[in-house]
């Protein structure tokens, strides 16, 4: 049966989510999200030509407050779940390449 | 066994009837013994919530003014961020975050003087409807154990069914107060969106969530609501006073609604069993009998709403969820070989298996090339789903259905289908799509003595009447004063 969407596409989607998934998911929700899509693509039934996205329900838009300093965390509040630190900074693996 | 509302019990802990060191005591035997069965808490607070307790006493003993939650012991569900004990969103990923902030529906019921007894279960990250997604635990039906509570909000439900605390928040983005209220007998309502701050919410679908009350009675939903509804500067999608002023909900709510229109959609209806349809027939009959007009309205839209809400939903979710990347908080993987796997695995190691599927969804939805077929498409159903509603409620006062198409169904019957388990949300999702304000409220009870709601929807900020029309039927009714068999073991 032709999945609506395929291993090959779960595999890119996941990268795309940072997420690694091992083959068993990969199949699983290949399965899984391809029955899960037949059944959003319902949706098509629907003539929405001329109707705007609505992406929100409330009339408010653009909220902005003066640009002046508040009181914020503060660099020891903000660290303190960091799994690794160092001082002040958040520590993760190089992310530069060397030349 | 029994115990009183939440305003009960304030009003006697005002006038020093009853001592808040009491009542949390009594909430604190009474979770010794049953949460090992039913297993709503992912955390409590006895020390703390003893140590607020007295000071509440010591303050009423001294003629000192105290808050509208004076000594109510109250729980959170564990999404909301507090700057004591975790908040873990009931996610592997979370388990031992402390929030550096309290959220601000939380700062609202600490400045009430309610007393937090502690941090409820949940589905992961508010996904789900049976809380048997949480990473951490499970949680039972007090009314049958071996059944779940709905969700995703089911801890606050069931701590509040079974007299584990007084009231509760919880939060609903698409049937997430209202399902698992209607599955454990209780009140839940889902504000306007925008009623109630985010701010400290921890964000699943931005567009869809509300914080709301959780509670035995309309009225004790009325008083939680005029804590913690009103306008937040930290949330840029919490509305201004001017647009629309928060209402006093106690004031006028056992003033029942003259002329009351309700409208019903019997061809929707038809999706729910038989005993759940029965008993929400009765319940509108029993308004009609007050002298209610109830009509047929047209809504074309609402079978579209499930298709519509696992779009626009997940895609939030994927972008909101994207920042439990392993760098800043949470569950960061052992020796990860590259950045990239900091990401990768800490992910795939912290999230379960619903999380995943609907970030997967989203990421999906979102992507160049489905985008415009799936998002975008969603969006203008989204509108169209708001279009029924506004043209309803041109003629009629409130439309009432259904909460959930079952009853509590069996721990583990739908979880291994996702999509079976989706379709729990038929009736209550249409609501967040639209911004619209609902309540269930309970309805009767099934041949197996489950409970059942009826859900009430009504114009969005229109919470007041809103409640007024619910505390209609809860006079006339006492589904909400039977507790479930497990409270007298």
């Not at chain 1, 929700?29 to 039934?45: K, P, W």
């Not at chain 2, 402390?98 to 019921?109: F, M, R, S």
């Not at chain 2, 928040?169 to 049937?175: A, H, I, K, Q, W």
């Not at chain 2, 989706?422 to 249409?430: K, N, Q």
């Amino acid at each position: 049966m032709d999945k609506r969407i395929d291993e090959s596409q779960v595999r890119k989607v996941a990268k795309l989510a940072r997420l690694e998934l091992s083959d068993v998911e990969v199949k699983e929700f290949a399965g899984q999200l391809s029955a899960i899509l037949d059944y959003v693509a319902r949706m098509n039934e629907l003539n929405t030509e001329g109707i705007e996205p609505l992406a929100h329900c409330l009339a408010v838009n653009n909220v902005f407050r003066e640009d002046i300093a508040k009181k914020s965390l503060g660099t020891e509040k903000t660290l303190a779940n960091a799994p690794q630190r160092d001082g002040a900074f958040f520590k993760v693996p190089k992310i530069l390449e060397e030349p | 066994m029994d115990w009183p509302s939440a305003k009960q019990l304030r009003d006697k802990i005002k006038t020093g009837e009853v001592g808040s060191v009491t009542a949390t005591r009594e909430v604190f035997a009474r979770i010794a013994k049953a949460e090992p069965i039913v297993g709503a808490y992912i955390s409590t607070f006895e020390e703390a919530a003893l140590d607020k307790a007295s000071e509440v006493d010591r303050r009423i003993a001294k003629g000192e003014s105290v808050g509208q939650l004076a000594g109510v012991p109250i729980a959170i569900k564990d999404n909301m961020c507090t700057t004591f004990g975790t908040t873990t969103c009931a996610s592997k990923i979370l388990e031992n975050f402390q929030a550096p902030y309290n959220a601000t529906a939380v700062a609202k019921l600490l400045a009430a003087d309610a007393v937090i007894v502690g941090k409820t279960n949940l589905d992961e990250f508010a996904m789900g409807s049976s809380t048997e997604n949480s990473g951490l635990k499970r949680t039972a039906n007090p009314w049958d154990t071996k059944r779940v509570p709905g969700g995703s909000s089911g801890g606050s439900t069931a701590a509040v069914a079974a007299g584990l605390c007084y009231a509760a928040l919880g939060s609903d983005t698409g049937g997430s107060i209202r399902q698992p209220a209607s599955l454990c007998g209780v009140v839940g309502l889902k504000p306007t969106y925008g009623r109630v701050s985010r701010y400290g919410l921890v964000a699943y679908g931005s567009s869809l969530d509300q914080i709301g009350p959780v509670t035995q009675t309309v009225e004790d939903c009325a008083l939680l609501m005029s804590v913690i509804a009103g306008y937040d500067p930290a949330d840029s999608t919490s509305i201004d006073e001017q647009t629309a002023p928060v209402g006093d909900y106690l004031a006028k709510l056992d003033e029942p609604v003259k002329e009351l229109r309700i409208g019903i959609v019997p061809s929707f209806n038809a999706g729910a069993d038989e005993q759940v349809r029965n008993a929400v027939d009765e319940a509108i009959k029993a308004y009609g009998n007050s002298g209610a007009t109830v009509l047929e309205v047209d809504m074309p839209h609402l079978d579209y709403a499930i298709a519509a809400y696992y779009v626009i939903a997940t895609a939030e979710a994927s972008s909101n969820l994207a920042r439990y990347d392993g760098v800043h908080y949470g569950h960061r993987t052992q020796e990860p070989n590259d950045y990239i796997e900091v990401y990768t695995k800490s992910r795939a190691e912290g999230f379960g298996k619903e999380v995943k599927r609907r970030v997967m969804l989203g990421t999906y939805a979102l992507s160049s090339g489905y985008y415009d077929a799936y998002y975008l498409k969603a969006l203008k159903v989204r509108n169209l789903i708001r279009g029924d509603f506004v043209r309803a409620f041109e003629s009629c006062d409130c439309i009432m259905m259904p909460v959930s198409p079952t009853t509590a169904f069996k721990i583990g019957e739908k979880i291994d289908d996702p999509l079976k388990m989706y379709l729990s949300d038929i009736y209550t999702i249409a609501a967040n799509l639209a911004g619209i304000p609902a309540i269930s409220v309970p309805c009767g009870f099934d041949n197996g003595g489950l409970p059942i709601g009826l859900q009430i929807l009504s114009p969005a900020f229109g919470e007041e009447k809103l409640l007024r029309i619910a505390r209609m039927y809860e006079k006339q009714t006492d589904w909400h004063k039977k507790r479930p068999l497990i409270t007298d073991e």
